[in-house]
């Protein structure tokens, strides 16, 4: 069965506008995820349409949230622990003013992230292999998605976000267990309910800052 047009209907619904060449790069990015993903144990869906609603869908539902914290601006963010690309790849794809740097720990995720940039043509796209504890560039905005605690993952990318910049956490149910662990050297300001076509699991977006000194 054609992927495309449950795509274009999950996209509609999320009210994110894709050009035609980005619903192909998207379509491209998932089959390449079906050819690579099981060489490289990339991902553990493997059905084609589980990976339209668990992958692409469901990254696909944080592109309107980011482009209204990032006010349609150029910005540079890092997805951390982004394995095969999520969500980092569809965010490159989707916002190409946006430049994306997708880490990983694991050499051979990273080089399929590279890859893929190659494979799509996405200039705004880099595989990056290393550990988040180690990177010293400033990103405007750094997310994760099945990556760590909230906690842990601030604590480990509070030196790669800008001053200004802005943690972008994909959770499943609120976390209130892991929002109450949280440092006060860190500001929630928005935990935002999603909903995802297809998947009837609970989705969220954590957005988090740094908190003013003395906060
Ligand atoms: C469960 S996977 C999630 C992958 C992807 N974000 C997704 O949603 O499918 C977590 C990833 O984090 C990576 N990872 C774990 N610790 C890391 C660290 N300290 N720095 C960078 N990546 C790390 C792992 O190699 C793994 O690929």
């Excluded at 980005?22 to 493997?46: C, E, I, M, P, S």
């Excluded at 592109?63 to 349609?72: D, K, V």
């Excluded at 980092?88 to 399929?112: E, H, M, S, T």
């Excluded at 043509?121 to 998605?145: C, F, M, Q, T, W």
Aim: with cysteine; hydrophobic share 45%.
């Amino acid at each position: 069965m054609s992927l495309a047009a449950p795509l274009r209907a999950g996209a509609a619904e999320l009210s994110v506008e894709l050009s035609d060449g980005q619903a192909q790069q998207l379509l491209d990015y998932l089959g390449l995820l079906g050819k690579w993903g099981k060489v490289y144990n990339l991902t553990a869906v493997r059905d084609e349409q589980e990976m339209l609603t668990h992958h692409l869908l469901d990254s696909l539902a944080v592109i309107g949230p980011l482009l209204r914290e990032t006010a349609r601006r150029p910005a540079r963010l890092l997805d951390v622990g982004s394995g095969a690309g999520l969500p980092g790849v569809v965010i490159a794809v989707c916002c190409p003013d946006i430049r994306v740097d997708c880490l990983d720990a694991v050499a051979k995720k990273a080089a399929f992230v590279q890859q893929a940039a190659v494979t799509l043509r996405l200039p705004n796209l880099r595989g990056v292999h290393g550990r988040i504890e180690k990177v010293e560039d400033a990103y405007d905005v750094v997310s994760s998605r099945a990556f760590a605690s909230l906690q842990d993952f601030v604590e480990g990318s509070r030196q790669a976000l800008a001053p200004a910049g802005i943690w972008l956490a994909m959770k499943g149910k609120r976390p209130d267990d892991e929002l109450a662990a949280l440092r006060r050297d860190v500001t929630v300001f928005h935990v935002e309910q999603l909903r995802v076509p297809g998947l009837e699991a609970e989705r969220c977006i954590v957005w988090m800052r740094k908190a003013a000194a003395g906060g």
